[in-house]
């Protein structure tokens, strides 16, 4: 499968049901199309499509996410998402809960620190990048 995760996720969760949770997304990419993902990087794939507009925030008792946009504009929006974010298809495991996330800017050279530091957004850990095993959310 050579196609990017996150475009695949966009239409399992726009399929049928229109919401998308972590144990679906698992489920669906195993089945349909033999890709293992963990429950955390389904939850991060859930998170880059919220951020695409693709899907709402989860629900927190079944943190399934209801779709907002129609199949036929998926597409675009998430070629828009990752054109503006060039860093929504990577994701990071933490050298610390070594749960695989997304990661924002921490503190910066450019804000006079020593070394550029990422924040884990599952544990708050803020470590040096180079500490922390780069995911992509491209099958190879």
């Known amino acids: 499968m050579g196609q990017n995760l996150l475009r695949v996720a966009a239409e399992l969760v726009t399929e049928g049901v229109r919401h998308g949770s972590p144990s679906m997304l ?4 195993r ?16 998170i880059e499509l919220q951020g695409a507009g693709v899907v709402g ?24 998402w ?4 060039p860093e929504s ?3 990071y495991e933490c050298p610390t809960c070594c749960r695989v996330a ?9 804000h006079g ?15 040096p990048l180079s500490e922390c095993t780069k995911t992509v959310l491209l099958a190879a």
Not at 103 to 109: A, F, K, L, Q
Not at 113 to 127: F, L, M
């Open 82 to 85: 990752q054109a503006t974010e």
């Open 31 to 46: 089945q349909d199309h033999n890709v293992v993902i963990t429950f955390e990087a389904a939850c991060a794939i859930l």
């Open 26 to 29: 698992k489920r669906r990419f």
């Open 113 to 127: 620190d020593e070394i550029d530091e990422y924040w884990c957004q599952v544990c708050g850990t803020e470590v």
């Open 57 to 80: 925030p989860a629900d927190p008792e079944s943190h399934s996410h209801p779709v907002i946009l129609q199949r036929d504009e998926i597409e675009a929006a998430v070629a828009q």
């Open 89 to 91: 298809n990577q994701l």
């Open 102 to 110: 997304p990661w924002t800017d921490g503190r910066m050279r450019k």
